[in-house]
């Protein structure tokens, strides 16, 4: 069991930089592929960014690409994520979500365990 806790979430400004915190807790992060997802108001939940097991493989929605890099500290059981140049368009509830195996995967239903969300909101 696997219990997350998001932070970071706040107001920028376009152009701006934000860093979301994901706190686990609990066994198994050390084992677990991590994934970040967003869902704007009106809108479905959509992949962002996971991160494997060991933090060496990477992959990135093609909106975030360049702009989003995610990343693990495993010693503190936390995986980040730094977002730069924010447009408008990136507001939305980000979540943290944990899978039970050690590879990455962009799809929501590979993921056991999710946080309650950060909200991020980008002012144009």
């Known amino acids: 069991q696997v219990q997350l806790v998001e932070s970071g979430g706040g107001l920028v400004q376009a152009g701006g930089s934000l860093r979301l915190s994901c706190a686990a807790s609990g066994r198994g992060f050390g084992t677990s592929a991590m994934g970040w997802f967003r869902q704007a108001p009106g809108k479905e939940r959509e992949f962002v960014a996971t991160?494997?097991?060991?933090?060496?493989?990477?992959y990135y929605a093609d909106s975030v690409k360049g702009r989003y890099t995610i990343s693990r500290d495993n010693a503190k059981n936390t995986v980040y994520l730094q977002m730069n140049s924010l447009k408008p368009e990136d507001t939305a509830v980000y979540y943290c979500?944990?899978?039970?195996?050690?590879?990455?995967?962009?799809?929501?239903?590979?993921?056991?365990?999710w946080g309650q969300g950060t909200q991020v909101t980008v002012s144009s």
């Open positions: 979500a944990a899978r039970q195996l050690r590879i990455t995967s962009s799809s929501q239903n590979d993921y056991v365990y």
């Open positions: 991160i494997n097991w060991s933090g060496t493989g990477t």
